[in-house]
């Protein structure tokens, strides 16, 4: 079984900065893809951010490019979202989740298997 546990959401401001951590428990870290979902109130979860299993390959909702960085630390078993210009529209539950394949990157919900419980990230404006 895989937890996995976010942490380092909270209340800021338009144009902050937040870097949230999702640390995965077991072995088997290392080998699989993983991803970050949002879902704001009355929404549907949206794909935000993926990363590969080594950390070489990342791909972004457009809607982020250029504002958020997904990074990986293997060693600890962490994967990271650096949220920069944080704008009201981002307001959302971060949620980390495993791809369910090892090695590769998924963009869409059904290709995750392993989820944490989420994060609350809010911008006011």
């Known amino acids: 079984q895989v937890q996995l546990v976010e942490s380092g959401g909270g209340l800021v401001q338009a144009g902050d900065s937040l870097r949230l951590s999702c640390t995965a428990s077991?072995?088997?870290?290392?080998?699989?893809?993983m991803g970050w979902f949002r879902q704001a109130p009355g929404k549907e979860r949206e794909f935000v951010a993926a990363?590969?299993?080594?950390?070489?390959?990342?791909y972004y909702a457009d809607s982020v490019k250029g504002r958020f960085t997904i990074s990986r630390d293997n060693a600890k078993n962490t994967v990271y979202l650096q949220m920069n210009s944080l704008k009201s529209e981002d307001t959302a539950i971060y949620s980390c989740?495993?791809?369910?394949?090892?090695?590769?990157?998924?963009?869409?919900?059904?290709?995750?298997?392993?989820w944490g419980q989420g994060t609350q990230v809010t911008v006011s404006s």
């Open positions: 077991g072995r088997t870290f290392s080998s699989y893809g």
């Open positions: 989740a495993r791809r369910s394949r090892p090695y590769v990157l998924g963009y869409t919900s059904p290709e995750y298997d392993y």
């Open positions: 990363i590969n299993w080594s950390g070489s390959s990342t």
